[in-house]
Nanobody, 114 residues
Framework: QVQVVESGGGLVQPGGSLRLSCVASSNIFSAYTLGWYRQAPGKQRELVARINTNSRTTYTDSVKDRFTISRDNAKNTVYLEMNSLKPEDTAVYYC????????WGQGTQVTVSS
């Protein structure tokens, strides 16, 4: 069983920045497509950003030019750099690993508020 642990969430003012990290316990980490999802209260979970094994990235429109996903296979870690944060970015952010199976972390809360 792969363990997935997110960190880096917190409370930030509008316009601020946060960097989320996700570490996974897998010896085939480089084979996974990695994603960050988020779920706001009363809403469905949505894909925020994804990075494949060739480091090709995709983003949902609302975060383009503000968020950056990256991976460090040597550290079994995927990052989400979030800049120019808005109140509507408030959500629980989840890390996802996908190959033949999917693995999820427990999530980390991001709150954007003044």
């Amino acid at each position: 069983q792969v363990q997935v642990v997110e960190s880096g969430g917190g409370l930030v003012q509008p316009g601020g920045s946060l960097r989320l990290s996700c570490v996974a316990s897998s010896n085939i980490f480089s084979a996974y497509t990695l994603g960050w999802y988020r779920q706001a209260p009363g809403k469905q979970r949505e894909l925020v950003a994804r990075i494949n094994t060739n480091s090709r990235t995709t983003y949902t429109d609302s975060v383009k030019d503000r968020f950056t996903i990256s991976r460090d296979n040597a550290k079994n870690t995927v990052y989400l750099e979030m800049n120019s944060l808005k109140p509507e970015d408030t959500a629980v952010y989840y890390c996802n690993l996908r190959l033949s199976k999917e693995y999820w972390g427990q999530g980390t809360q991001v709150t954007v508020s003044s």
